[in-house]
């Protein structure tokens, strides 16, 4: 039977041979050469497989069949794909049949290198799936003579670096794990060529994909443990990053990698002060539940209750949809019972301005409420609640750089304040609307009062509850974020002032943790750009009114009975107008005190300097554009600018009502005012 084979292999080699020397004269039939290396291919498939000591079967006593290395070998380079893919199948599948394959060694290294690794801006190998095969054949060639490739490990090595740099995702997968075999393989001699795979692996281990990563991470490991020391310090740097990647396949890959490091790399007491800090991340490193949904906090349970900020999924859609209903029926009867008795007071004969003064512009601030509350559903709910799991990842991965620790327990503290602060809003509301509406008077009087009363009232406090999320949830992603940008400052003031050169590379890291955050909040102001340009809206409509109020209450003599009114306006003005501006204000200064850090950098080093030329140019875009909403700017300039705007409105039109008596009703004057305005004009 095996003479047969070998029979029917020369036939298949003479034929082979035979079309090959046409390629360069006469062009032959693709298709007849296709035929030969898919009969060749089953022929060297039905050969025995060597068992696992290297001998072949017992019932296969004959020698090995000649395979036309050389010609299969030509094929590589064939136009035809589908020749080409052939080619690589056969190579394959002889290279797990032979006992001895130091002949196949040299021309098949050298094809390898001539297809994947050859001086041209392109790969010698269009072809994304061959290319594939190639690396998958390299790898096999490694697992099966890897510790006697010693006088092939450059060509080795540049196949690697460069399939380590291809754009597909399964080709840097397969050039990982052989990488990382090689360095197994060879380890007295492979630290002559580790660092060209260095600085490919450290840009793959940021890949989107985390079956990229994953390998890279156990890659980068060997590379570095068989390799030369003086890569430990940026395999660290980039290895704390990943200690906070979200799929725990990736943390646990830097785990055990830095364990290794700390009982098995050379010369590891030299670099324990820096391998350590990735073990202790480990230890209290949040797992993917924790940092997601499994385990929110207070004020994130909030918001989802509010319908304000919800995972994607049906149950939340379905909740939102519910209460967002409720709260449209609770604005709806607001408007129209204002409407209503606006229209009573004008059947009277009430002038249109004290109609319109005493139903608060015929409920205008209640339906400006819910058409944010709208604009919240369709545009913010699920967008919102990505960014603030970005910004809590932001924050995490923080650890990496300096006062860490203190950021993230101001960040709880401040947000255990702002859940402290919505259940107080609820307390005061509840307290106002009751008193407004006289629910203690009807629950004396009446239990069926008391029961018609009580839901309605609770239904107004959820409302306004659910409208002042808003400027809440912007408070909370600031302070989240405000953690970040204190953290990079507090790094960059760490770099000024040691006096010693920058790092070049430790400053490009802390640009990119850096335009993480600015795009972060530029992402949470675009989703909630029509809700708080609404809200905002609101507040300035609210503060109007509270002025007015305020003044006829004065007037009048019946500032307490009106002090429901009065207070839930004040409260809705500072919610809405005074949180957003403190946020963008915030975030402002911080920008400007990073500015300021980075003109005082050492930046002798050309690398240093391009970098912080480009941290230097993010930084003024976000200086222009940070705090820009639609129609405001997030700054306390702009809560300054409503307010004497407003007063100054008010003081014209008080001065109006002095001298025009009866404008308002009842018209009750104002006596001191009147009299400095009559001595004036005496």
Request: net charge positive; proline share 6%; aromatic share 6%.
């Amino acid at each position: 039977m095996a003479e047969t084979k070998a029979e029917t292999l020369d036939e298949l080699s003479e034929k082979l041979r035979s079309q090959l020397l046409l390629i360069d004269g006469k062009p032959s039939d693709k298709l007849a050469r296709r035929r030969t290396l898919e009969a060749l291919l089953k022929v060297v498939e039905a050969a025995p497989v060597p068992t696992e000591a290297g001998n072949a079967p017992s019932d296969s006593p004959a020698p090995e069949p000649a395979l036309p290395i050389t010609e299969v070998v030509q094929c590589l380079s064939d136009p035809s794909e589908r020749c080409r893919e052939l080619a690589v199948s056969v190579l394959s599948a002889w290279l797990a049949r032979l006992t001895d394959r130091r002949p196949l060694w040299p021309p098949l290294v050298a094809a390898l290198r001539q297809r994947l690794a050859a001086p041209q801006p392109q790969p010698a190998e269009p072809s994304e799936e061959v290319r594939l095969q190639l690396v998958r054949l390299a790898g096999q060639l490694v697992d099966s003579d890897g510790a006697q490739l010693a006088p092939y490990l450059d060509h080795l090595v540049a196949i690697l670096a460069v399939a380590l740099a291809d754009p597909s995702p399964d080709l840097k997968t397969a050039a990982c794990q052989a990488t990382g075999r090689l360095a197994r393989s060879l380890p007295r001699h492979f630290h002559l060529q580790s660092a060209s795979l260095v600085t490919p692996l450290l840009r793959n281990l940021a890949h989107q994909r985390w079956r990229v990563r994953e390998p890279c991470v156990r890659a980068l490991g060997d590379v570095v443990q068989f390799g030369d020391n003086s890569t430990v310090r940026d395999a660290v740097s980039h290895m704390a990053q990943r200690m906070f990647d979200q799929v725990p396949q990736v943390r646990l890959a830097v785990t055990e990698v830095a364990g290794r490091w700390l009982v098995e790399l050379p010369d590891r007491y030299s670099f324990f002060a820096k391998i350590l800090p990735l073990l202790l991340t480990s230890g209290g490193a949040p797992s993917g539940t924790e940092r997601g949904s499994g385990r929110p906090s207070l004020l994130t349970r909030l918001l989802q209750l509010s319908g304000h900020a919800s995972p994607p999924g049906w149950p939340w859609l379905i909740y939102s949809l519910v209460l967002y209903l409720v709260l449209t029926a609770t604005a709806a009867l607001s408007v129209l019972e204002k409407v209503l008795h606006g229209f009573a007071l004008r059947q009277k004969g009430r002038r249109p301005f004290a109609v319109a003064f005493e139903t608060s512009l015929f409920g205008a601030p209640h339906a400006l409420m819910w058409l944010s509350l709208t604009a919240t559903l369709c545009c913010s709910r699920r967008r919102l609640w990505a960014v603030l799991q970005e910004a809590r990842r932001l924050l995490a991965d923080a650890a990496v750089f300096p006062s860490h620790g203190t950021s993230a327990r101001r960040v709880r503290y401040q947000e255990t304040a702002l859940a402290a602060t919505v259940l107080l809003l609820a307390i005061i509301s509840l307290i106002a609307f009751g008193v407004q509406m006289n629910l203690l008077q009807a629950c004396t009087l009446s239990t069926n009062r008391c029961v018609f009363k009580l839901p309605l009232i609770i239904t107004i406090v959820a409302f306004f509850v659910s409208f002042c999320m808003i400027p809440i949830k912007l408070t909370l992603l600031g302070c989240l974020l405000s953690g970040g940008y204190r953290t990079v400052n507090a790094k960059l003031k760490s770099m000024a002032g040691d006096g010693r050169l920058v790092d070049g590379m430790a400053l490009r890291h802390l640009r990119r943790y850096y335009r993480r955050l600015s795009r972060c909040f530029a992402d949470g102001v675009g989703a909630m750009n029509a809700e708080l340009s609404l809200s905002m809206f609101t507040g300035t409509l609210c503060q109007i009114i509270f002025y007015l109020f305020l003044l006829a209450s004065l007037n009048n003599g019946e500032l307490m009975k009106q002090l429901p009114v009065v207070s839930v306006l004040l409260v809705t003005t500072l919610m809405t107008l005074l949180p957003p501006c403190l946020v963008g204000q915030r975030l402002l200064d911080r920008t400007s005190v990073t500015r300021d850090l980075l003109l005082e950098l050492d930046s002798r080093e050309p690398d240093v300097v391009h970098e912080v030329a480009q941290f230097s140019g993010t930084v003024r875009r976000d200086l222009d554009k940070t705090a820009h909403l639609s129609f405001y700017r997030l700054e306390l300039s702009t809560v300054l600018s409503i307010t004497s705007t407003i007063l100054t409105y008010v003081i014209v039109l008080v001065q109006f009502y002095v001298t025009e008596q009866g404008l308002l009703d009842p018209p009750g004057p104002l006596p001191e005012l009147r009299n400095a305005t009559r001595q004036l004009d005496g």
